[in-house]
């Protein structure tokens, strides 16, 4: 599957942005579509994934704040980000593998380009 993001930007804290991933190729309905995070200096981390059925998992560090969704008629998933902080500065990527939500970034085969979301304080 080939994955394309798109939505990063700056934004001020307390602020929201809505990052969008779109798949092509494979049956999109099949995969668990996930967004992991790479601040500078930092270990890629996991942000939140969804199942094919819409059941979804965050970060602690993210709960409550962000919402993942997804579309399988246009194969497309949305990660809404709302009341932002500096912390959440990273580049996000859209990643997607078969079978259950996993945790760890080396469980995904499949990933996008990243988009670069910048917090400012």
């Known amino acids: 599957v080939q994955l394309q993001a798109y939505g990063g930007g700056l934004v001020q804290a307390g602020g929201s942005l809505r990052l969008s991933c779109s798949a092509s190729?494979?049956?999109?309905?099949?995969?668990?579509m996930g967004w992991f995070r790479q601040a500078p200096g930092k270990e890629r981390e996991f942000v939140a994934a969804i199942t094919w059925n819409s059941v979804s998992r965050y970060a602690d560090s993210v709960k409550g704040r962000f919402t993942l969704s997804r579309d399988n008629a246009k194969n497309t998933v949305y990660l809404e980000m709302n009341s932002l902080k500096p912390e959440d500065t990273a580049v996000y990527c859209c990643?997607?593998?078969?079978?259950?939500?996993?945790?760890?970034?080396?469980?995904?085969?499949?990933w996008g380009q990243g988009t670069l979301v910048t917090v400012s304080s």
């Open positions: 190729g494979r049956a999109f309905v099949t995969y668990v």
């Open positions: 990643t997607a593998r078969e079978g259950g939500i996993y945790y760890s970034s080396v469980d995904y085969k499949s």
